[in-house]
């Protein structure tokens, strides 16, 4: 038996996809297939939910020292695009949230800034917690936590302690990109390494803190590397069981230094979905997959829900990083969301970051 066919009875009785398996099924390229059985799986898991909530983004600064090829919202002190929100500013973007009782989660992801010290973070943090006690502040992926355990000198456990202490209830799961240090080398060469962003997040589950986690798609990485981060995470959540939910991101070349010196084109619908009912399938022990809409579009978001994904994200509101590549539209009502899932025949839920459902 080759390994295609080994995938489609494996796939038809429940079983779980090894590495070779899932390249044949790359390579096979039956896209309607894949969203059949992806969607299987998704209704196994979550019946005809699909998931969404209210949130908020909040980049607190885009001045950063790593400078990576792959980043468009990155800049340098002095760059007429730099800014840095201190906590006026934060409590200013607060205050002008409408319906802040509505608000489930505050997302906060920024940069590496060379000057700002951990208990700027810590801060920030603690100001989001006192302004709105009520909601789950979703915080800093582990490329920064790397960063913030390296400026204070203390270890990631440390940090972890600290900032579950000033608020934060979830950890975000972009940073990841590709999880292979030959790719990192090439498009974030001075992010943390594969193996760091991975004990991290080992570390964090360890701490009870659940995380999500995700892939950065369709640059300079071969169809083997994507696999093969999937895996890692899968091998991790065997371990831990402390990822939520599973974010694919495709990659925005607009206005980034790897686009140019690469010449790269984002990469189409069909192979965004044909990755989002691949994940679903390898990820046999993740209960969500998000359609992320300001990646995909929100025509892809909503048939990325016949492909196995089970949650649109939120309302977001200003997200600054994925529009600085070139992404339209930063935020969007409940109103629009909801419709969106009830045109698939999904019955759209509200929840907040621990996907529990709003009463």
């Not at 390898?282 to 025509?299: E, G, Q, S, Y």
Request: neutral net charge.
């Amino acid at each position: 038996m080759n390994s295609l066919q080994s995938a489609h009875e494996k796939i038809s009785s429940g079983q779980r996809l090894e590495r070779d398996e899932i390249l044949a099924l790359y390579d096979e390229n039956d896209l309607l297939y894949l969203a059949e059985s992806a969607r299987r799986v998704k209704e196994a898991k979550t019946g005809k939910k699909v998931f969404y909530t209210v949130n908020r983004h909040i980049n607190l600064t885009n001045v950063c020292n790593a400078n990576c090829p792959l980043c468009a919202f990155q800049c340098q002190s002095g760059d007429n695009r730099a800014f840095t929100l201190e906590l006026a500013d934060i409590a200013k973007i607060l205050s002008l949230v409408p319906c802040p009782q509505s608000l489930s989660e505050i997302h906060i992801v920024s940069s590496l800034h060379p000057a700002k010290d951990f208990a700027y973070y810590l801060d920030a943090v603690k100001l989001v917690k006192k302004i709105l006690p009520h909601v789950g502040i979703n915080a800093f992926t582990p490329v920064e936590i790397v960063n913030f355990s390296k400026i204070s000198g203390k270890t990631v456990a440390e940090v972890l302690h600290d900032l579950i202490d000033a608020g934060v209830t979830s950890l975000a799961g972009g940073g990841a990109e590709i999880l292979s240090d030959r790719v990192r080398e090439i498009i974030c060469p001075k992010k943390c390494s594969a193996s760091q962003w991975l004990e991290v997040m080992r570390t964090a589950h360890g701490l009870g803190l659940r995380t999500n986690a995700s892939i950065m798609y369709g640059h300079v990485e071969t169809v083997a590397e994507r696999v093969d981060h999937l895996l890692k995470l899968r091998a991790l959540q065997d371990d831990t069981g402390g990822f939520q939910a599973m974010m694919l991101f495709p990659f925005h070349p607009a206005n980034t230094e790897l686009g140019k010196r690469f010449n790269l084109r984002r990469v189409g619908s069909w192979e965004d979905l044909k990755m989002l009912a691949l994940t679903r399938l390898t990820l046999d022990n993740f209960a969500h997959v998000k359609a992320f809409w300001i990646m995909l579009t929100l025509p892809i978001a909503q048939l990325a829900l016949s492909f196995g994904a089970d949650d649109l994200d939120g309302t977001l509101g200003e997200e600054k990083i994925i529009h600085a590549a070139g992404a339209a539209g930063s935020s969007i009502t409940r109103g629009a969301l909801t419709k969106l899932i009830s045109e698939t025949g999904y019955t759209p839920v509200e929840r907040d970051s621990f996907y529990r459902e709003a009463i």
